[in-house]
């Protein structure tokens, strides 16, 4: 399974941007990027996803560095409900089955 | 559209006993995941189904567990003689395989399983 790094936690002040790193030296060309993110007593959620090309969706950002060997998570104003683990995974998608390895994640503090 | 849904959400058992988790995953979702999750870690795998057909199982899924997906719907994970090392979140996830770029997975909450 290709391996991520991401810091064991953060902190951040509602309402201001948070960049989530994530580090992937040994990502393959047919490797996805993805982000899930777990709230409290909750089952992991989808948050992002990308191959090569920055990303959007109502949740977050998704920067990919140019040669992909690293991408950061952007939240563009934490509110308290972000406050969760953030996983960063690679995900080949497109190569048989292929299943979702999670890491220890980046845990996010959001103070008020 | 309800989300998975995971039933119950805590179960306290004594060492020895079986327990059984239900899963049940958002309709027309083809594929379906047990993950296990201890505290400070991610959640681990351990099996899938594509509609009814069990198509991997982890090394971590001894011969005291099970899982059935019987007609392709719900499914569930039986662990007979349970041992304190047991006890964690049982995670279910679905997801709906198609175009391969858009597979998501969509989890439940869990089962909290605490094995005294």
């Known amino acids: 399974d290709a391996k991520t790094t991401q810091p064991n936690s953060m902190e951040s002040n509602e309402e201001e941007p948070v960049h989530l790193p994530c580090n992937h030296s040994t990502i393959s060309g047919t490797d996805y990027i993805h982000w899930y993110r777990q709230l409290p007593s909750q089952g992991p959620e989808y948050v992002i996803h990308g191959l090569t090309s920055n990303v959007n969706n109502r949740m977050a950002s998704l920067a990919i560095a140019e040669d992909r060997k690293s991408s950061t998570l952007i939240l563009h104003r934490a509110t308290l409900r972000d406050a969760a683990v953030y996983y960063c995974?690679?995900?080949?998608?497109?190569?048989?089955?292929?299943?979702?390895?999670f890491g220890t994640g980046t845990r996010l503090l959001v103070s008020p | 559209d309800t989300g998975v849904s995971q039933n119950p959400r805590h179960k306290i058992t004594k060492r020895g006993q079986n327990v059984t988790f239900r899963c049940d995953p958002i309709?027309?979702?083809?594929?379906l995941y047990w993950y296990r999750q201890t505290l400070g870690q991610g959640p681990e795998f351990l099996t899938y189904?594509?509609?009814?057909?069990?198509?991997?199982k982890s090394r971590l899924l001894s011969d005291r567990f099970s899982a059935e997906r019987p007609k392709g719907s719900f499914s569930t994970l039986e662990i007979q003689r349970t041992e304190q090392g047991d006890s964690a979140m049982y995670l279910c996830?679905?997801?709906?395989?198609?175009?391969?770029?858009?597979?998501?997975?969509?989890f439940g909450s869990g089962t909290q399983l605490s094995v005294l």
């Open positions: 995974i690679l995900w080949d998608m497109n190569t048989g089955f292929q299943k979702l390895v």
């Open positions: 189904f594509q509609n009814e057909a069990q198509l991997e």
């Open positions: 996830a679905s997801s709906l395989v198609g175009r391969a770029t858009n597979e998501k997975l969509f």
């Open positions: 309709s027309e979702h083809n594929r």
